[in-house]
Antibody
Framework: QVQLVQSGAEVKKPGASVKVSCKASGYTFTGYYIHWVRQAPGQGLEWMGWINPNSGGTNYAQKFQGWVTMTRDTSISTAYMELSRLRYDDAAVYFC??????????WGQGTMVIVSS | QSALTQPASVSGSPGQSITISCTGTSSDVGVYNSVSWYQQHPGKAPKLMIYDVSNRPSGVSNRFSGSKSGNTASLTISGLQAEDEADYYCSSYTSSTSYVFGTGTKVTVL
């Protein structure tokens, strides 16, 4: 079946970087954009940006420019999101999602990132 | 890009209909038909319920419907059921080639 499976929870210190993976299966990885969305505890959804798995092109939300890097490895149908210079308020669940007709139709299960000294 | 505005909570009794509003601007909801709605149960990933303002993905109940007028989109849930109790988020494509989510609405079934 069509699914996105993300890497496990991470615990990082402030100032460190975190890299989350998102492995696609059941469809042609290069045929759909992958987006990253985060959700802080008890808060709403926040769109971070997308990557075009076919070309590698990216589009980041203004807030995250210079701070987030999205990449992909087409050989293993996996997208990555790396967030640098972590702060305490970056603690959140990070989701990857596939987009189809300008909507997010398939979501990963989420990856919890904890920022703690 | 500011979040789209949704009511914090909406409630209804089983069998009733409720409507959740999603207010944006002339740079997002007002100019694009790329409005979608998501249902999220606690501890779970969001689930796509409506796309392109009023279209339902395969497998989504026809009790869910969407519409738009000007800068405001709406999600209506008819025949409310206990399983509909969840958080709901709208989303829109924007003129800055980005996406924005709504503030979220908690639906309570009384």
């Amino acid at each position: 079946q069509v699914q996105l499976v993300q890497s496990g929870a991470e615990v990082k210190k402030p100032g460190a970087s975190v890299k989350v993976s998102c492995k696609a299966s059941g469809y042609t990885f290069t045929g759909y954009y992958i987006h990253w969305v985060r959700q802080a505890p008890g808060q709403g959804l926040e769109w971070m940006g997308w990557i075009n798995p076919n070309s590698g092109g990216t589009n980041y939300a203004q807030k995250f420019q210079g701070w987030v890097t999205m990449t992909r490895d087409t050989s293993i149908s996996t997208a990555y999101m790396e967030l640098s210079r972590l702060r305490y308020d970056d603690a959140a669940v990070y989701f990857c999602a596939r987009s189809s007709v300008e909507a997010f139709d398939i979501w990963g299960q989420g990856t919890m990132v904890i920022v703690s000294s | 890009q500011s979040a789209l505005t949704q009511p914090a909570s909406v409630s209804g009794s089983p069998g009733q209909s409720i409507t959740i509003s999603c207010t944006g601007t002339s740079s997002d909801v007002g100019v694009y038909n790329s409005v979608s709605w998501y249902q999220q149960h606690p501890g779970k990933a969001p689930k796509l319920m409506i796309y392109d303002v009023s279209n339902r993905p395969s497998g989504v109940s026809n009790r869910f419907s969407g519409s738009k007028s000007g800068n405001t989109a709406s999600l209506t849930i008819s025949g409310l059921q206990a399983e509909d109790e969840a958080d709901y988020y709208c989303s829109s494509y924007t003129s800055s080639t980005s996406y924005v989510f709504g503030t979220g609405t908690k639906v309570t079934v009384l």
